[in-house]
């Protein structure tokens, strides 16, 4: 992070209210088999390793046990390459959450789409990134991918009903393509309704050593140690500001904080309205917090995903600005000009994921309320780190080298 300065102050920020049981959204993992080999994965590819329909239902058992919850992130692995995705989809619609489905996208048609709308798929969150040694597209950066997104945006679109969204994995050089992501995104505010920036993470094993109970492991057996970058440490707070260069204005209203620094954001969340040509302003914490409260007051959730028609009512969000002043502002941008009566304006996301951080004292910093938990034998966990509960039942522990050191004295005598 050399040469950054710039921190972002989360007390001027809603702190979103969610918790381990009562939350957004729940994961769920029908198969870890993948048609990709992305960088950024932190999960094994696992050819045979599909979960029945009875295995699947008791996970979803055990969450609704644990956690009200919103929404289900069916993800994997590739979910859609599960033979029995419809009914997956199904099953969750029929436990009362929305399904998402979390897709590289290659197994879809537009006849699969089809079935998976009838079975009540809720919306869909595309991960493309120009890691991913994807097929036909090896070559190509972050922004000619926005070709083969938009081809994704078009088909939901073209089905109707169904909320869209994109996630990429944000590494040291594809830093600087953000905006120009967030530039293609404001483009097709009609059709895209979420933009996820995921910040990179992997063992760092230059400050800690990781152990289970007093036994060393060695890291290399994982997934996410291998072909490491350079850089492991970008934080939100960096990627607002590169934002910033291009949209000034850029103003984030919410956040999740991580389990050991109250003061840093693991999920950061920006509401920004606008039409297809600019973006006019954006959500403050007031209107956020009112989202919300009131969601979970009427429903008994907390709100994750909206269906794309909500998305094209910003000129009712503003009405939120009588007590939102970021709202206020954008009302008075937008009415200077009256001739921007006839364009819709329309509600878009963008959320800047940080995942687990590792201190320099050896703390493991997660997302505190992480939306992203799964099951594993009959126990909540975290799925980003399904590795560690799949290979030794538990999530490791990291020690400083030369705590570390100590460690290894007291396992030999």
């Not at 040509?277 to 008994?300: C, N, P, W």
């Amino acid at each position: 992070m050399e040469g950054f300065m710039n921190r972002l102050n989360h007390l001027e920020y809603y702190r979103l209210p969610w918790n381990l049981a009562d939350n957004i959204i729940s994961w769920l993992e029908p198969t870890a088999k993948c048609n990709l080999s992305c960088l950024g994965c932190y999960r094994k590819n696992e050819v045979n390793s599909h979960k029945t329909l009875h295995e699947i239902k008791e996970e979803l058992n055990v969450l609704m046990h644990y956690r009200k919850t919103d929404s289900v992130s069916i993800a994997g692995g590739e979910p859609l390459l599960h033979p029995q995705i419809t009914e997956i989809v199904k099953m969750v619609a029929d436990f009362g959450c929305k399904p998402i489905v979390n897709t590289n996208g290659i197994a879809l048609t537009k006849e699969l789409l089809h079935d998976l709308k009838k079975a009540g798929v809720f919306g869909f969150t595309f991960h493309i990134d120009s890691k991913q040694n994807r097929p036909g597209w090896k070559d190509a950066d972050e922004v000619e991918l926005n070709e083969l997104r938009y081809k994704f945006a078009r088909m939901l679109a073209d089905e109707g009903g169904i909320s869209c969204s994109f996630n990429a994995t944000i590494y040291e050089d594809t830093l600087k393509d953000v905006p120009d992501l967030l530039k293609w995104a404001n483009k097709h505010i009609d059709i895209v309704n979420v933009m996820v920036f995921i910040l990179y993470r992997a063992v760092n094993n230059d400050i800690v050593d990781y152990y289970l109970g007093p036994k060393k492991i060695d890291m290399s057996t994982l997934v996410y140690n291998e072909d490491v970058p350079d850089r492991t440490d970008i934080i939100a707070d960096e990627l607002v500001e590169v934002i910033r260069k291009t949209y000034p204005d850029f103003n984030p209203c919410a956040y999740l904080n991580g389990s050991e620094q109250a003061d840093s954001f693991k999920w950061l969340l920006t509401g920004r309205v606008g039409t297809k040509d600019r973006i006019f302003g954006y959500m403050g914490s007031k209107a956020m917090e009112i989202v919300q409260g009131a969601h979970h007051l009427y429903t008994g959730k907390y709100l994750s995903y909206t269906r794309p028609k909500m998305n094209g009512k910003g000129r009712s969000m503003m009405l939120l600005g009588l007590i939102d002043k970021k709202l206020r502002r954008t009302f008075f941008r937008y009415i200077k000009n009256p001739f921007r009566i006839f364009k819709k304006l329309y509600l878009q996301t963008v959320m800047i994921i940080q995942p687990v951080d590792t201190l320099e004292d050896g703390r493991q910093s997660m997302c505190d309320g992480c939306p992203d938990i799964t099951v594993w034998n009959g126990k909540l966990v975290y799925s980003c780190r399904m590795e560690e509960q799949l290979r030794y039942g538990h999530n490791l522990k990291t020690y400083p080298k030369d705590i570390a050191k100590q460690l290894e004295l007291l396992e030999d005598k």
